[in-house]
């Protein structure tokens, strides 16, 4: 229950391709879902998130799609540039008390934008 | 702030040698996380501390694993013996608590690359 399923493993696009990146998971106490964008050689760094009381939400050129009742979740990412290539994280957080927040990865997508 | 700090960058050593990873994080953050991360299993939490008190150290692996956090600007991951399948990307982060917020976000060092031949 505490697993995060991403798919797919790796993705290859065109530059302009709208890459979509797909997630589930399976605990309903899960409140929180970012994703993590992470560059070779650096940590994962936070690119946005949702609420599971949201559907969607934009930021930029990032959309995240979020379906509560099939417990789904997905990034797309418009008008894709090759500076977006990188590894990919979904992952769900619960809160505990004193405002730590679990985090539970998904295994990443390895996204390549092509010129 | 310069961000999460960790050093080495990267360590080679033979296998039956002590290593120990650094890790500063960010000024006024409370919270400290040590993740691992391999190809076979992801990013995997192993120890978080709040206010330099370890909370949950269930994701350490072994008791070969062990981590500690002196003063609220300095922890480390030691690992003695270090064995080949300990090789892995060791990242530290640390976040903060904000009150009445639904998510604190967790920021994430740059990564020590640990190869154990």
């Known amino acids: 229950q505490q697993q995060v399923k991403q798919s797919p493993q790796s993705l290859i696009v065109q530059k302009g391709g709208i890459p979509i990146i797909n997630c589930a998971y399976e605990?309903?106490?899960?409140?929180?879902f970012p994703w993590y964008q992470q560059f070779p050689g650096k940590g994962p760094a936070l690119l946005i998130a949702?609420?599971?009381?949201?559907s969607e939400k934009k930021e930029g050129r990032f959309t995240i799609s979020f379906n509560k009742s099939a417990k789904q979740f997905s990034l797309h990412i418009m008008d894709s540039q090759p500076g977006d290539s990188a590894t990919y994280f979904c992952?769900?957080?619960?809160?505990?008390?004193?405002?730590?927040?679990?985090?539970?990865f998904g295994a990443g997508t390895r996204l390549a934008v092509h010129p | 702030d310069a961000g999460v700090i960790q050093s080495p960058r990267h360590e080679v050593t033979e296998m039956g040698q002590e290593v120990t990873l650094r890790c500063k994080p960010i000024?006024?953050?409370?919270?400290l996380f040590w993740y691992r991360q391999t190809m076979m299993r992801g990013l995997e939490l192993l120890i978080y501390f709040n206010n330099n008190v370890p909370i949950d150290d269930s994701g350490m692996p072994e008791d070969r694993f062990s981590a500690k956090m002196p003063n609220a600007s300095f922890s480390t991951l030691k690992i003695q013996p270090s064995e080949p399948r300990d090789s892995a990307v060791y990242f530290c982060?640390?976040?903060?608590?904000?009150?009445?917020?639904?998510?604190?976000?967790?920021?994430f060092g740059p990564g020590t690359r640990l190869t154990v031949l």
């Open positions: 949702i609420r599971p009381d949201v």
């Open positions: 982060a640390s976040s903060s608590r904000i009150r009445d917020r639904a998510y604190n976000e967790q920021f």
């Open positions: 000024s006024g953050h409370d919270y």
């Open positions: 992952a769900a957080s619960m809160m505990f008390s004193g405002g730590y927040n679990k985090l539970i």
């Open positions: 605990n309903t106490a899960f409140d929180y």
